[in-house]
Nanobody, 123 residues
Framework: QVQLVESGGGLVQAGGSLRLSCAAS????????IGWLRQAPGKEREFVAA????????YYTDSVKGRFTISRDNFEITVYLQMNKLKPEDTAVYYC????????????????WGQGTQVTVFS
């Protein structure tokens, strides 16, 4: 089971940007589709974005389309979530997760959650 580590969260003013990173401990991510999910206090976990293991397919939930971009580095070590034009409603703990199954945008197909990284957007 792959162990994932997220980083890059922080405190940012509305309209600002952050880039989150997801890496596997001691291995590459080349065998996995990677997804980003978030959970705000008192709310259910939301599937935000995903990228296929080849990088050829991506998924975004409607609320982040045009603002967030998911990508993989060429060495298959890190998956990024570039978040632009951040809004207070983007405030949440962000998790990355992996899937070794067929490509799917269903969050139930993703597991091996990292510990999460806090993103706080203030107005």
């Amino acid at each position: 089971q792959v162990q994932l580590v997220e980083s890059g969260g922080g405190l940012v003013q509305a309209g600002g940007s952050l880039r989150l990173s997801c890496a596997a401990s001691g291995r590459t991510l080349s065998s996995y589709h990677i997804g980003w999910l978030r959970q705000a206090p008192g709310k259910e976990r939301e599937f935000v974005a995903a990228i296929s293991r080849s990088g050829s397919r991506t998924y975004y939930t409607d609320s982040v389309k045009g603002r967030f971009t998911i990508s993989r580095d060429n060495f298959e070590i890190t998956v990024y979530l570039q978040m632009n034009k951040l809004k207070p409603e983007d405030t949440a703990v962000y998790y990355c997760a992996a899937s070794s199954a067929a490509w799917s945008s269903s969050p139930t197909d993703f597991g091996s959650w990292g510990q999460g990284t806090q993103v706080t957007v203030f107005s």
